[in-house]
């Protein structure tokens, strides 16, 4: 009786041990899948200085902001149009002097995508946000940046486009593509807009 309960106490001890051994395993498995998930950020590419598209992209960055999401965007070409505090013509060549008088200073010169006329099409949407009581761009910037969005300035861009760091805001990153893609390989959502 005392073999029988011995070989049963064995055989039992050695399927724990074969059980916590898998256990391990699977405990190893699952926290490789979870390093290789992405973290709760949103990653944005600012690439249009159209101010409906600027807007769509603060809209995102805000709510995605307000759900706990960590949120980067990057501007690079047109879209640092909208990074724009002045526009500033020293110490500039001819053709970024150009460059800078024929695109807009700031997010107050951004004009709209389709049905522009002139800047007329821009003073209506904001016209008819403000009827609507929807936040303004401005508004929505002001709202990203108290939210900690990251803003992120596209060196090469700055350097084609003639666009010194003192014209942009204050307080935004300057960063090349690797700045977007290490924000964006661990993102949940990546938007090119």
Not at 41 to 70: P, R, Y
Not at 182 to 193: C, G, M, N, R
């Amino acid at each position: 009786m005392q073999i029988v309960e011995k070989t049963q106490q064995e055989t039992t001890t050695g399927k724990l041990a074969e059980i916590e051994e898998r256990l391990k395993a699977l405990e190893t498995q699952v926290q490789q899948i979870r390093e290789e998930l992405p973290d709760n950020k949103v990653s944005i590419i600012v690439f249009s200085g159209d101010l409906d598209k600027v807007l769509a992209s603060f809209v995102i960055a805000t709510g995605a902001a307000t759900l706990g999401m960590d949120v980067s965007m990057f501007f690079a070409f047109w879209g640092l149009n909208a990074l724009k505090k002045r526009r500033d013509l020293s110490g500039k060549n001819f053709l970024e002097k150009m460059f800078a008088l024929m695109t807009p200073a700031g997010t107050e010169g951004l004009g709209v995508s389709k049905m522009n006329f002139f800047g007329i099409g821009a003073k209506m949407l904001r016209a008819m946000m403000k009827q609507k009581r929807v936040a303004s761009l401005e508004e929505l910037v002001e709202m990203a940046r108290d939210f900690g969005v990251k803003i992120i300035a596209c060196q090469m861009a700055m350097e084609v486009m003639g666009v010194k760091p003192d014209e942009l805001w204050d307080g935004i990153e300057f960063g090349g593509v690797a700045s977007f893609l290490a924000e964006a390989q661990k993102s949940k959502v990546t938007l090119f807009i």
